[in-house]
């Protein structure tokens, strides 16, 4: 695959712009090193272009836009490509930029970008058609996890109306009555350490405002000394609020557990004989609750925050107990339904974004270096791995018509059984003997040609239809590796000295392979011993095999079964043109050897 560097397949230029000049409703997008696009009413650049946040925590972020646009001055902009398809660079350089960038940046320092740094980056550069087909296929995977998160938007505004018409007690309850309270009437509320924790590599997990979304999953830690300091520790039931930044965010404690907290949440402790935590937390997130925190947050505030006090004084309204929890179970259901991770259309958006990653890496990395990623758990264990990459080689074979694969990659290998020749019988259990393969057995073979019986057959090992016999010992490295394809309709038993190679593909095509020229290069490196050459078993799977699709490989062997025949079939081959030329000769031969017509 032919590389180029980035500089010479497109123009690489940077804004001109500081990022203050940013606007609230500015006419076009301004890009600066944010995710995001700002606004901005001028604008510098009118194409297609390529954007990326050249430093801070963004850098190697990529956006793309088309139109007109202006830019920060550490932002690059790539535009004008040259060989090379716009959206097949974006895929490319969304696997491999960042890593890229981090590897050869100064160590130490914030990552950047330089302009040097960024023309030398290396891009694969199949033909266009190839690349047309990879950003078709990717292409597709994103709009797929498009389509599910805005199924998931929708999903969401669903759940936010059930809930919040659910928590505005109009004719949802009729008959039932509902009062209101102050927070600090039916709750005890506090406030985590206001001093600056000493972080520990183990010890009570320390929770704030970034992990509210998994109070369980910290990875911060302070000692027990200091944990021991805290007057209030959480409890079972208690309601955790977050009070400083994104204020109103709540999660329930629920596991018997130590957990440190900083000043950045209130910890809720409700009276749970008036009101239920999770009715509660819910109506805390609703519209209602919404507008009574927003009443007392000091919005001007950086950054903005609630005080403990006035968590106190907003209004909480709240049927019976009774109702609170069905309102509270309605609602777990509805939240599973959005945000669980394991039922919910996150955890399918995050497989497709999985798969859209592993496709992606696969196809890109086959473009740079011509070998497919290579399988990443046992592929006995795994029925979905083997699955996911069965369909990943197929998905290359399509795109790059071939592609190179171990043979571990499509294939087991076990080693054959331990009978001998003296257990041969005139009938039984078929068998095939590894010594057969250089005396009669050739591409592939359908009857045997000797048996044995059962009670040998039991303890050997077996070859079953499409499966691969090989013969592993020889006296020379031509003939070690010869081998056959069984298309019996029986399975058959198989001798020592052997490899039994079973496999997903078409036999007939990988038992012409293992006769080729390319083979012999790979198993002459295998082969050792002096009298007896004997290649292991388990080295084969490091054997490198072409695979084009399985319609491919039937047509392959359909061509190469024709010539076959040409070459060895008695009746239609050059033996019989040989033998029709001898008759021919000997005719013309006698008949101008034989003088009696002459004579007349």
Not at 193 to 203: A, E, I, L, V
Not at 576 to 581: H, L, M, P, V
Request: proline share 4%.
């Amino acid at each position: 695959m032919e590389y180029k560097e980035l500089g010479e397949i497109c123009e690489i230029t940077t804004g001109k712009l500081n990022a203050n000049e940013k606007i609230d409703d500015g006419l076009y997008p301004f890009f600066t090193c944010d995710k995001l696009p700002f606004r901005i009413n001028k604008y510098a650049f009118n194409t297609s272009a390529i954007l990326i946040s050249g430093n801070g925590s963004q850098v190697g972020h990529l956006n793309s836009y088309e139109g007109k646009f202006n830019a920060y001055q550490r932002t690059y902009v790539l535009y004008e490509f040259k060989f090379v398809e716009k959206q097949y660079l974006l895929h490319y350089m969304r696997s491999y930029l960042k890593p890229y960038i981090i590897l050869n940046c100064k160590k130490g320092s914030v990552p950047y970008i330089t302009l040097p740094m960024l023309e030398n980056f290396k891009i694969p550069i199949p033909p266009l058609p190839i690349q047309r087909e990879i950003v078709r296929i990717l292409d597709s995977f994103t709009e797929l996890t498009a389509e599910l998160t805005a199924e998931l938007t929708a999903r969401k505004k669903q759940y936010e109306f059930y809930r919040d018409e659910l928590l505005s007690f109009g004719e949802i309850i009729k008959g039932g009555s509902t009062q209101s309270s102050k927070l600090c009437e039916i709750a005890l509320i506090y406030d985590g350490t206001h001093k600056t924790p000493n972080y520990k590599n183990s010890g009570i997990p320390f929770i704030s405002v970034e992990n509210i979304n998994d109070i369980y999953g910290s990875k911060k830690f302070i000692s027990k000394e200091d944990y021991d300091l805290y007057k209030i520790t959480p409890q079972i039931n208690d309601l955790f609020m977050t009070r400083i930044g994104s204020v109103g965010k709540c999660a329930i404690v629920t596991k018997n557990v130590d957990l440190a907290y900083y000043v950045s949440l209130a910890l809720i402790r409700p009276n749970n004989k008036i009101i239920d935590t999770g009715y509660l937390k819910y109506y805390i997130e609703s519209v209602s609750g919404t507008k009574e925190l927003s009443k007392r947050t000091l919005h001007n505030a950086v950054p903005i925050k609630i005080n403990k006090e006035d968590i106190g004084k907003i209004k909480i309204t709240y049927p019976s107990l009774d109702i609170q929890k069905k309102i509270a179970s309605t609602l777990d259901n509805f939240d599973a339904i959005c945000s669980d991770l394991n039922i919910g259309l996150p955890a399918e958006i995050e497989a497709r974004q999985k798969q859209y990653e592993y496709y992606r890496d696969a196809l890109l990395t086959y473009a740079a270096t011509g070998k497919i990623i290579p399988r990443q758990t046992d592929r006995q264990t795994d029925r979905q791995t083997d699955r996911q990459y069965d369909a990943l080689i197929k998905l290359c074979q399509y795109v790059f018509d071939v592609v190179f694969v171990k043979l571990s990659d499509i294939a087991t290998i076990t080693r054959g059984g331990n009978f001998q020749k003296k257990d041969f019988i005139d009938t039984g259990v078929p068998c095939i003997h590894y010594g057969q393969m250089y005396t009669h057995f050739g591409i592939y073979a359908t009857e045997p040609l000797k048996y044995i019986s059962e009670d040998v057959a039991k303890k050997s090992k077996i070859a079953v239809k499409n499966d691969i016999v090989m013969a592993v010992t020889s006296e020379n490295v031509e003939d070690v590796c010869k081998c056959t394809a069984w298309l019996g309709n029986e399975n058959i038993a198989v001798s020592g000295h052997t490899a039994i190679i079973h496999h997903n593909q078409n036999a007939k095509y990988l038992s012409y392979y293992f006769h080729t020229a390319m083979f012999f290069a790979q198993k002459k490196r295998l082969a050792h011993g002096t009298k007896v050459i004997e290649v292991t078993p388990n080295a084969l799977n490091d054997i490198i095999i072409p695979l084009p699709s399985l319609v491919e490989q039937k047509r392959i062997v359909g061509i190469l079964d024709r010539f076959d025949a040409l070459c060895h079939d008695i009746s239609t081959g050059l033996p019989a043109e040989i033998e029709a030329r001898q008759k021919q000769y000997e005719y013309y031969r006698d008949k101008l050897l034989n003088f009696k017509k002459l004579e007349k």
